[in-house]
């Protein structure tokens, strides 16, 4: 009986370009057929990557085989490495061909698979190529971390450039129309507005962005013309300076990292109880079950809507929600310093100011150090290169080593520029401020009420309908209070007469404990 073959001819976009044409894979495959009598009854042609067989042609073919039951009998194609480029699926392709009653073979490297020494033979034609597509991947990253070392960024440009060529025909990134929107969102993010706000500026601009890709850009020093080289076996991961422009200023950069980093709780509270009349839900819980009481509007009989806390969990729970914000306003009312507590609360953060700025001259001082002494070195390298001393590759490698020691000093001592100027007059105003943080509390919306609160107190508070009672207080408000007015704590361990510290411990002076 005459054998009924499919033809199958494949190409990569980088092997076409090598002179494996598929014309020329078709021809020989035809040639084959009629000198060996084999009908051809199916073709088809690929140019997709050998790595898998996720390739539409195959997948048609395979599609043919399913409703053309027992219709051929060959699959054949010029060598192994047309038909796939990784063994383990190679293996797994050859079995499911053969459920289907076709045998895959190659016309230039022809397999007898009954034979089972030649399963061998096999094994090699389908390993060969994988080890090749594997070197070849080698070569590629190691030529994009060479890139990359060398300050060259070798993918696709990120939002704001644009891929381009230097005067050597070298790949280089540089800044397209939206390089100033990006400057601008750096600008306003160190300056403390929201992201939220910056992605509106984007929109309003023309040039809308989504949130994610606004946190990554924010974070991404190649904006500061600095190209990131991942770690790699015993190589760590470092940042070297880039070949291309950069959008903004290093100490800029720095600053939108710290804004960045602090990390506030208070920035992230939930929007349920950004609600002016229930400014306390989430924070307040239950005393029966200690589940966080939540909040919502009730209609009265006259028509009228009134707030309430109310516990979910066990419903035992339910306080008029004006009731429990007054006693709240009127505990942190209760907060004030006595002169002389302001007078030393001065003093003492004075001298840590200064003593700041004493340890920031003496770390700046090694720092450069530190730079001129890698700078040094850097020189010595490459007397010894031009005195054929050292080799290229130690000096490529060494040059490396010290380039980034010096790198990291550099932004260290960058990160240290910032001085404590203006800081005394800001301390002297908040210090005032505190007199007055029933006023401001009282007057603040529900986002500013939850911070204040959370600095005071940072466990949950409980209402038992007309007193507060929390576990914990903020040990340095505990210790900033006056003990003539406001918060005032007696022998019972009451510091206010609305509130109750339910698990207050005495607090120790600054006298030493008597023996016995």
């Known amino acids: ?144 971390r060479a890139a990359l070392k060398a300050g060259r960024w070798c993918r696709k440009a990120p939002y704001g450039y644009r891929n381009s060529r230097d005067e050597n025909n070298r790949p280089i990134i540089v800044p397209n129309e939206y390089a100033e929107p990006i400057r601008e969102a750096y600008r306003q993010v160190a300056k403390g507005t929201q992201q939220s706000e910056v ?81 306390l839900r989430g924070i307040l819980s239950c005393s029966e079950c200690g589940y966080r009481l939540t909040g919502s509007r009730s209609r009265g009989r006259r028509g009228t809507r009134y707030a309430y806390y109310h516990c979910n969990n066990c419903g035992n729970e339910r306080y008029r929600a004006e009731a429990v914000n007054e006693t709240l306003a009127e505990v942190i009312g209760g907060i004030k310093l006595s002169r002389s507590c302001k007078v030393v609360h001065e003093e003492l953060v004075k001298r840590l100011l200064n003593g700041d700025n004493r340890d920031k001259a003496t770390k700046r001082k090694k720092l450069q150090a530190e730079i001129d002494k890698q700078e040094e070195r850097i020189q010595r390298l490459q007397d010894n290169l031009a005195d054929g001393i050292l080799s290229s590759e130690d000096f490529v490698s060494m040059k490396t080593r010290f380039a980034s020691s010096k790198r990291t000093a550099q932004e260290q001592l960058l990160s240290l520029q910032e001085d404590n100027s203006g800081k005394e007059e800001l301390l002297h105003k908040a210090v005032k401020g505190v007199d007055s943080l029933g006023t401001v509390y009282s007057n603040a919306d529900a986002s500013t009420k939850v911070k204040i609160l959370g ?19 903020n040990e340095a408000v505990l210790l900033c209070l006056n003990a003539d007015k406001g918060f005032r704590e007696n022998k019972n361990g009451k510091l206010h007469d609305k509130l109750d510290v339910s698990r207050l411990v005495a607090r120790r002076g600054i006298e030493p404990l008597l023996p016995g």
């Open 1 to 144: 009986m005459r054998r009924r073959a499919a033809l199958m001819s494949r190409v990569s976009s980088d092997e076409q370009a090598k002179g494996y044409s598929l014309d020329i894979q078709s021809e020989a495959l035809e040639n084959y057929c009629h000198r060996n009598d084999i009908e051809i009854v199916y073709s088809f042609r690929e140019d997709h990557s050998a790595k898998n067989f996720d390739r539409p042609s195959f997948k048609e073919f395979l599609e043919h085989l399913k409703r053309n039951k027992n219709a051929i009998d060959l699959l054949l194609f010029t060598t192994w490495d047309r038909f796939s480029r990784n063994a383990k699926d190679a293996y797994h392709m050859i079995d499911t061909l053969k459920r289907h009653g076709v045998t895959a073979n190659s016309i230039e490297q022809p397999i007898d698979l009954t034979v089972p020494e030649n399963k061998m033979l096999l094994a090699m034609y389908l390993v060969m190529p994988e080890i090749d597509n594997d070197r070849r991947s080698m070569k590629v990253k190691e030529g994009m």
């Open 199 to 279: 992605l509106v500026a984007f929109k309003e601009k023309g040039t809308p962005i989504s949130k994610s890709q606004l946190s990554l850009i924010l974070r991404n020093p190649v904006y500061a013309g600095k190209i990131q080289v991942p770690a790699l076996e015993n190589e760590p991961y470092q940042i070297v300076e880039g070949e291309h422009e950069a959008l903004i200023s290093d100490k800029l950069f720095y600053q939108v990292q710290q804004a960045l980093s602090a990390n506030n709780p208070c920035d992230r509270i939930p929007s349920s109880v950004k609600n002016d009349l229930l400014p």
């Open 455 to 473: 600095s005071i107190f940072p466990e949950m508070i409980e209402f038992d309908g007309n007193k507060c009672r929390t576990p914990k207080i």
